[in-house]
Structures are given as C-alpha cells and as structure tokens.
C-alpha cells in the first residue's frame, strides 16, 4: 500500500453522511481528509490548503460543483489538482460535462465507498507519479511537456481536456506497444 499519511482529500458534499461516510473510508487508509458542505466553504479550504484531491458533489449550496470544478480548472494554483466528481447525476451529458471541465473521474450515487478509495488511489497514482521529472516526449511535430502539461503540434499549441491529454500521453510514450480498449479504460480512467 502507498503512503498516503501526507495526502489531504477534501470531500466536498452537502450531506452529511456521505462525508462522514467518504472521510471513514479515506481515513481508514491514512489519508488526512477535510470536509466543506458547500461551494464557497469548499474554495475558502482550498484557498487556506491545497489538497492533494478534491471528490466533489455537483448539487451545492452557494456555488454548484460545476462552478467549483471551472474556477479550480481555471486557476493555474489549482488547475492540476486532480477532482473525483462523487453525485447522484448519472445521465451521459452530466458525465461529459463533468470530464470535459477537467474532473479525472465521476463517480454516481449510490456508491461503493472501497470503490471510490480505489478511485482515489488510481488518480493519485496517474497524476502525481514521476510525473514532475520526466522529460518532454517528442515525436516527430509532437512534443508533450509533462511539467508544463502542455502538448504542441509543429509549434501550434494544442487545447485538450485532461483526459484527452493523459490519453495522448500514454499513448505517445509507449508508440510501439498495442493497448485493448480495459488497457486505455485502466490506465487513463482508473477503471477496473
């Protein structure tokens, strides 16, 4: 198991029990975990300490998680950052929207909570792994700059959601491997 004693998890949801329930969980592995029961308490937390992830409900008092996820995502103290979205919208469009606002994943409810500590540990893992040492991959026009999370394409910089990104980059820093379609999901989404 990962050492996760210095890993903060703020659990952002206006029910009660779904944060003690979520900061059980966590917290049963050793992560530190804080809570906020709405938008504007969760960006005050973020302001005072910068977590290690955020799980985020959509549906809040003050300042949605939609809003939340766009002002994080837009903030370059915060934009990497990564955010689980944990809510009872489930339709496709709210999963692409949620994704589309940079979420690493989404997750609907009614949940498993070992689950969702799984989930956690999957995007801590896929954003923060060497992820600040390694060297831009170029190939051929293409240069992806993992520091900077900026992908160019014969000097033009390209504008890609965080998934499409960690797509790409998977798949140009292993050019001559053949991923399956559980690899991709796996690897990129965390998904088992």
């Known amino acids: 198991m990962e050492d996760t004693r210095d890993t903060l998890v703020l659990v952002v949801d206006d029910e009660k029990d779904i ?15 804080d809570e906020a029961a709405n938008g504007q308490e969760a960006l005050d937390k973020i302001r005072e300490d910068i977590p290690s992830l955020i799980i985020l409900d959509l549906m809040l008092p003050k300042i949605g998680g939609l809003e939340v996820c766009r002002f994080l995502k837009g903030d370059p103290l915060t934009k990497r950052v990564p955010i689980i979205m944990l809510t009872a919208l489930g339709s496709e469009v709210d999963k692409i929207v949620g ?15 070992r689950e969702l500590v799984a989930r956690v540990a999957a995007v801590l893992r896929r954003v923060y792994e060497d992820s600040d040492t390694a ?3 170029v190939q051929g026009g293409l240069v992806i700059d993992h520091e900077k999370r ?6 033009v910089k ?12 998977l ?5 001559l ?4 379609r559980d690899d991709l999901l796996e690897k990129v989404w965390g998904y088992d």
Do not use: C, H, M, Q
């Open 19 to 33: 944060r003690e329930l979520v900061r059980y969980n966590l917290e049963k592995r050793g992560y530190k975990v």
């Open 99 to 113: 994704l589309e606002l940079g979420a690493d994943d989404y997750v609907t409810k009614p949940f498993s909570p």
């Open 135 to 137: 060297s831009p991959i």
């Open 150 to 155: 900026e992908v160019l394409l014969d000097e």
């Open 158 to 169: 390209l504008d890609l959601t965080l998934k499409e990104y960690e797509l790409l980059e």
């Open 171 to 175: 798949l140009a820093s292993n050019s």
């Open 177 to 180: 491997k053949v991923f399956t």
